[in-house]
Nanobody, 127 residues
Framework: QVQLAESGGGSVQAGGSLTVSCAAS????????MGWFRQAPGKEREGVAF????????YYADSVQGRFTISQDNAKNTLDLQMNSLQIEDTAMYYC????????????????????WGQGTQVTVSS
């Protein structure tokens, strides 16, 4: 079965940087898209960024555009999210996710498109 495992979360001061990583295993073929989502207590889970795994094309939510970078390392079979200029509002549990389909169409940041999820890693930004 497909498994996703996040790591790299922690506490950081506002304005600082942090990179969270996702290790993927159990794939026969790469998923069509992979993404990062986050959820703060009392708030809806929201999409942060996703990547088309074959082409490397990336998409970001407006709230993180210019600050976050999603990338994949096929040799290591990992997905990273580099977060710069972190703000208190970025505090959340960050989840790695992958689509169940392996080809076709456009991906979005709607969570229903993603069938595989990690357990999450906590990112806390303080002033």
């Amino acid at each position: 079965q497909v498994q996703l495992a996040e790591s790299g979360g922690g506490s950081v001061q506002a304005g600082g940087s942090l990179t969270v990583s996702c290790a993927a295993s159990g794939y026969t073929y790469r998923p069509y898209c992979m993404g990062w989502f986050r959820q703060a207590p009392g708030k809806e889970r929201e999409g942060v960024a996703f990547i088309y795994t074959n082409s490397g094309s990336r998409y970001y939510a407006d709230s993180v555009q210019g600050r976050f970078t999603i990338s994949q390392d096929n040799a290591k079979n990992t997905l990273d999210l580099q977060m710069n200029s972190l703000q208190i509002e970025d505090t959340a549990m960050y989840y790695c996710a992958a689509t169940t389909r392996i080809s076709g169409g456009q991906c979005t940041l709607e969570q229903y498109e993603y069938g595989y999820w990690g357990q999450g890693t906590q990112v806390t930004v303080s002033s």
